[in-house]
Nanobody
Framework: EVQLVESGGGLVQTGGSLRLSCAAS??????????IGWFRQAPGKEREGVSC????????HYADSVKGRFTISSDKAKNTVYLQMNNLKPEDTAVYYC??????????????????????WGQGTQVTVSS
């Protein structure tokens, strides 16, 4: 059974930092054969793709709203993907989810990220940025 477990959320002041973790287990294929994405959803808003990484090539994509502030990385030895979030803003407040899609998918735009079939999802972790 595939499991994605997020952790690292919390309450932080504007300008602060958090590092989210997404620990994956139960994959049928190797960790390299999955793309991992981070999404977020704020109350009353649609889910937004934040960032994703192609584990086989290490290629990354970021939403314009987080570019330059967030960094996604992958530790293949731990089957874990991280999202380092710096210079946080109140508008970053949301529940953050990680998701996995099988296949060595090269995701370079928000449009492609939105069309990928993200088969597996974590339970989410709350990030709250106070002003």
């Amino acid at each position: 059974e595939v499991q994605l477990v997020e952790s690292g959320g919390g309450l932080v002041q504007t300008g602060g930092s958090l590092r989210l973790s997404c620990a994956a287990s139960g994959f049928t294929f190797a960790f390299d054969d999955y793309a991992i994405g981070w999404f977020r959803q704020a109350p009353g808003k649609e889910r937004e793709g934040v960032s994703c990484i192609n584990n086989s090539k290490g290629k990354t994509h970021y939403a314009d709203s987080v570019k330059g502030r967030f960094t996604i990385s992958s530790d293949k030895a731990k089957n874990t993907v991280y999202l380092q979030m710096n210079n946080l803003k109140p508008e970053d407040t949301a529940v953050y989810y990680c998701a996995a899609a099988p296949g060595r998918i090269r995701i370079t735009t928000a449009e492609i990220m939105a069309k990928v079939i993200w088969m597996f999802w974590g339970q989410g972790t709350q990030v709250t940025v106070s002003s």
